[in-house]
């Protein structure tokens, strides 16, 4: 599976951005799509995560401010921020597993500024 993120760009603090991800074939029945961010200088972290029942899960530290959606139509994965603080600032990857197998998009940067 690939998967091509886009979406991120340059913001400011209490601004919003909205992440795509397409994959290359179909997300139905995939039992968990994510998103997660890596910020420069320490290790990738969960941000979002949805399952084929479209229940989510998000960290304490977006929580309110960030919601994952799927549309298995598009084979698309999205994430919206709102309320974007400069802590946010990371290059999001989205991420499916399927077959017991992990693929990993390139990634885009999302950059806060204050």
């Known amino acids: 599976v690939q998967l091509q993120a886009s979406g991120g760009g340059l913001v400011q603090t209490g601004g919003s951005l909205r992440l795509s991800c397409v994959a290359s074939?179909?997300?139905?029945?995939?039992?968990?799509v994510a998103w997660y961010r890596q910020a420069p200088g320490k290790e990738r972290e969960l941000a979002a995560t949805?399952?084929?029942?479209?229940?989510?899960n998000y960290p304490d530290s977006v929580k309110g401010r960030f919601t994952i959606s799927r549309d298995n139509a598009k084979n698309t994965v999205y994430l919206q921020m709102n309320s974007l603080k400069p802590e946010d600032t990371a290059v999001y990857y989205c991420?499916?597993?399927?077959?017991?197998?992990?693929?990993w998009g390139k990634g885009t940067l999302v950059t806060v500024s204050s």
């Open positions: 991420n499916v597993a399927t077959g017991g197998v992990n693929y």
């Open positions: 074939r179909s997300i139905f029945g995939m039992p968990r």
């Open positions: 949805i399952t084929n029942s479209d229940i989510t």
